[in-house]
């Protein structure tokens, strides 16, 4: 159980596009998912929690018009960047809560890179 | 301002010898603690917690963790290493409160290398 499944593995677009990433948990309802940035060999930084059926909650530095989150239904999360630039090129992870359960559980992560 | 520290980037072990990965906090209350590990270009698997009782804790694929509150540390152990477990290793906080649930403060990762 607690399976969190994220949707591209890999995306390359060019620069100005927007991409979509979503992550969904397949055996359980998520009312809470939170998507995190990871550099190379670096650690993961928390940008926004995302809360279904609300506006997300964004990190200090996070700019939510570029990194729109959308939280529709109990297992879907998705995470649009807008205007992708190369400097956006990064590891993307999306995680889960799990009702009764204390740690997270992470997709796959979207490796994105802009050229 | 809460912080997770690892101090080392890099370990390495010979096959079959034990190893530490080791793991500091910075955090107001009694926060949760947890060792995640990552293979290349995969998400975070979840490999053991801490939230409150014995200090040492057991987890998936063999791994142990201490919990040391005097010094704030929590340090991922096994006994035998095996070359399989060479990967990234992050230890992680979580606040206290149920809103805090599942939101993590990552330390900046440890490679553990396994040579046979």
């Known amino acids: 159980g607690a399976v969190v499944s994220q949707h591209p593995s890999r995306v390359i677009c060019k620069s100005g596009t927007s991409v979509k990433i979503e992550c969904r948990s397949l055996d359980f309802q998520a009312t809470t998912m939170f998507w995190y940035r990871q550099f190379p060999k670096q650690s993961l930084m928390l940008m926004a929690t995302?809360?279904?059926?609300?506006?997300?909650?964004?990190e200090q530095g996070v700019e939510k018009d570029k990194f729109l989150i959308n939280h529709a239904s109990l297992t879907l999360s998705t995470l649009t960047v807008t205007s992708a630039h190369p400097e956006d090129s990064s590891f993307y992870i999306c995680?889960?809560?799990?009702?009764?359960?204390?740690?997270?559980?992470f997709g796959q992560g979207t490796r994105l890179t802009v050229v | 301002a809460q912080s997770v520290a690892q101090p080392e980037d890099q370990v390495n072990v010979a096959e079959g010898n034990p190893l530490t990965v080791k793991c500091t906090y910075s955090v107001s209350g009694n926060p949760y603690l947890f060792w995640y590990v990552q293979y290349p270009n995969r998400g975070l698997q979840f490999l053991l917690k801490?939230?409150?009782?014995?200090?040492l804790v057991k987890g998936s694929y063999g791994f142990e963790a201490e919990f040391n509150k005097s010094q704030t540390s929590f340090h991922l152990k096994k006994p035998s290493a095996l070359v399989s477990d060479s990967a990234l290793y992050f230890c992680a906080v979580s606040l206290p409160g149920s809103s805090n649930t599942g939101k993590l403060i990552f330390g900046q990762g440890t490679t553990l290398q396994v040579k046979p």
């Open positions: 995680s889960a809560r799990v009702r009764h359960r204390l740690e997270a559980f």
């Open positions: 801490y939230i409150t009782g014995d200090n």
């Open positions: 995302s809360n279904e059926g609300s506006k997300a909650t964004y």
